[in-house]
């Protein structure tokens, strides 16, 4: 997934949460399509500064490359928040993150990315994309099954069979560490990417903005706080 084509070619529809990890797909995205847009829910998250973290993103990355500037089409936001009633997770209610009976942590919602992605091939369908580019990764991921690659293997067969257009589902992170995610993006952009995603991205489940680590913002105490800052100290060589 590294290795970035000589030319450009097609669309994708990213979908674009302003994390760590949408960050980087997103320039990932941009050195090998020749057109995206992109797509951001609001769902009723907690953490809803990623909202405004994701528009600074999109105003500033496209900068660090003068290519890129001209491939980044519409932004597209899709209001969620009646799904976000219903999932009674950590993530849009008041509790706390902790395991349940399944095992599962309480900070996953329910069928999110199935959700998620169903909307965008909708909308990747108006707007003439069959790919769509995700950030959800197996080696990393938090318990959440709807990350899993053969959860989206299936999803994207049913997306295909449903709208009766040859939608891909592309996850270029999906066998990454988080550490190995940082090198993707300094491989990507250099320096300046890698210390933008540091600066303006946003993970922190509890939406803390205040601290400033090495690892970028966020209340450190979190799950996404935790794989982050572990990530940083796996890319950076230094203690977590």
Known sequence: MSETPSQPQGSALVLFSGGQDSA????????????????????????????????????RL????PEWAGRLGPD??????GFGQISDSALTSDRAIEMDARGLPT?????????FLTYAAALADRRGIDVLVGG?????FSG?????????????????????????????LMSLTKGETWGLAEQIGGRPLVELILE???????????????WGHGCGACPACELRAQGWADYAGVPA
């Not at 990932?28 to 829910?41: C, H, M, N, Q, S």
């Not at 496209?62 to 490359?65: F, G, N, S, V």
Request: hydrophobic content about 35%.
């Open 24 to 59: 980087t797909c997103l320039a990932w995205a941009l050195d090998r399509y020749e057109r995206i847009e992109t797509v951001g829910f609001d769902y009723g998250q907690r953490h809803a500064v990623e909202m405004r973290a994701r528009l600074t993103v999109l105003e």
């Open 144 to 172: 959440y099954p709807d990350c899993r690659r053969d959860t989206l293997d299936a999803l994207q067969a049913a997306l295909r069979l449903g709208m009766a257009r040859p939608f891909e589902i592309v996850t270029p």
């Open 200 to 214: 303006d991205s946003h993970t922190c489940y509890l939406g803390e903005r205040g601290a400033r680590h090495a």
């Open 107 to 115: 900070s996953f919602v329910p069928g999110r990315n199935l959700v």
């Open 76 to 81: 597209h936001t899709i209001d969620l928040t």
């Open 62 to 65: 496209p900068r660090l490359k």
């Open 136 to 140: 959800m990764c197996e080696t990393d």
